[in-house]
């Protein structure tokens, strides 16, 4: 469970980022979180991830404090955490499964477990064809899936995507979303971080909208207003 109880960030320079910011996410949603450029969003991932640490108030994900959970511990949190990021952020030198891989060997999971789950990641994204294909040999919508595969590679409870369809085009953004949608059906928390409006109505998921720091509407079944 995610759960954000009067959670404010404000930065050095005065900006406040989130402004009492109250709201539970349970195990096994999948959330849309949308908001025009600068509403906050980036923050509240930062928060998440842990990479800024809140003002006030409190965040608590899966039992850990993240205001109190010292710097040591948290790359144990993270790897209940799974990223997909916008802008793919995959090593070019190395292949799809070296690229996946990675992750694994990253916490330290043997060769062999690493040699079976690797194409069993793949195959969930489709691209059990790609193991040696690099990323500059791949579509932007299968680069896009190699994020993803790379953010399952751990098994991670909590799935975030940060714009996942920010850089490929609409029919490639429509097999990401359903891939996510799929991912979400094997019961991991989904949250999505977008500005693709059609697709916020068309899945039908819960929708938290964020402006000027703060919660201004949590509604299931999409229409969220541009």
Do not use: C, W
Request: proline residues 4%; glycine residues 8%; aromatic residues 8%.
């Amino acid at each position: 469970m995610i759960e954000f109880k009067n959670v404010s960030k404000k930065y050095p320079n005065g900006t406040l980022a989130l402004d009492d910011v109250s709201l539970t996410i349970n195990d096994g949603e999948f959330v849309f979180i949308v908001g025009e450029s600068g509403a906050g969003k980036s923050t509240m991932l930062k928060t998440l991830f842990r990479e800024e640490k809140i003002t006030s108030g409190s965040l608590i994900v899966d039992g850990y404090d993240l205001k109190k959970t010292p710097n040591r511990k948290i790359p144990y949190y993270r790897r209940k955490l799974g990223i997909v990021f916008q802008d793919f952020r995959l090593f070019h030198d190395k292949t799809v499964f070296e690229n996946v891989a990675f992750a694994m060997r990253a916490v330290g999971e043997s060769a062999k477990s690493i040699n079976r789950r690797v194409p069993t990641i793949l195959s969930i994204v489709n691209l059990q064809d790609k193991v040696k294909s690099f990323p500059n040999e791949l579509s932007g919508g299968e680069q896009q899936r190699v994020a993803l595969a790379r953010a399952l590679a751990n098994n991670p409870s909590i799935i975030i995507a940060d714009e996942p369809t920010g850089n490929i085009d609409p029919k490639l953004s429509l097999e990401i979303m359903n891939l996510l949608i799929k991912i979400h059906k094997h019961g991991k928390t989904v949250i999505v971080v977008t500005h693709e409006k059609n697709f916020v109505d068309y899945f039908q998921q819960r929708v938290i909208t964020i402006k000027d720091g703060k919660v201004v509407d949590d509604r299931v079944g999409g229409m969220f207003d541009a």
